[in-house]
């Protein structure tokens, strides 16, 4: 439900991968973007307004679609598209920007976030189909991950790619707004 305090024509100008002060500078304690982020053309501005609009420690819940489930991978390396995304997009067609979790993570960080939690969902009887093709990869993933130097503590390594991540269709992420104090 909008606010009272808003008319719907300026409801309907708002680009949200602009900067934008749709609320007045009003502060809230819980923004929701719900798989919408693949199609701004400046993620990172996204999320510093909605920072921007986050009282101090509040959360910013961000859902996503998994482009790196397998029933992807196959359809990537296969067709060279993610499975809901077209191959070709023409003017004035709708575009989807493809933000692997990795980068939503970093993007995230880099707006002002600390992460709190990371939840994969939406998963179907026809992922399940992808079950013995996801217990082969998995192995070979972990390994990967544990061969991999970088500074993301195995932790959050594991939750970012949990074998769960090779079959849901969606993640969500739970973020808490990081005081400019820290």
């Known amino acids: 439900m909008k606010p009272e305090s808003l008319d719907s024509d300026e409801f309907a100008s708002v680009d949200a991968s602009r900067p934008f002060t749709v609320f007045s500078g009003n502060k809230f304690d819980y923004i929701f973007s719900v798989s919408g982020v693949m199609e701004f053309d400046n993620t990172l501005q996204f ?102 130097r970088t500074r993301i503590p195995w932790k959050e390594q594991r939750a970012i790619y949990p074998f769960r991540s090779l079959l849901c269709r969606h993640y969500i992420l739970v973020c808490q707004k990081v005081s400019a104090s820290f």
């Open 47 to 148: 999320f510093e307004s909605c920072h921007e609009h986050l009282r101090d420690d509040g959360h910013f819940v961000v859902t996503n679609d998994n482009v790196v489930a397998i029933r992807d991978r196959i359809s990537y390396f296969c067709l060279g598209k993610m499975r809901q995304y077209h191959l070709f997009v023409t003017v004035g067609q709708g575009s989807w920007k493809i933000i692997p979790i990795h980068n939503m993570l970093r993007i995230l960080q880099e707006a002002g976030f600390r992460i709190q939690e990371v939840r994969y969902v939406s998963l179907l009887f026809k992922d399940w189909l992808m079950l013995p093709l996801a217990l082969l990869v998995y192995p070979i993933q972990f390994l990967y991950m544990n061969l991999s």
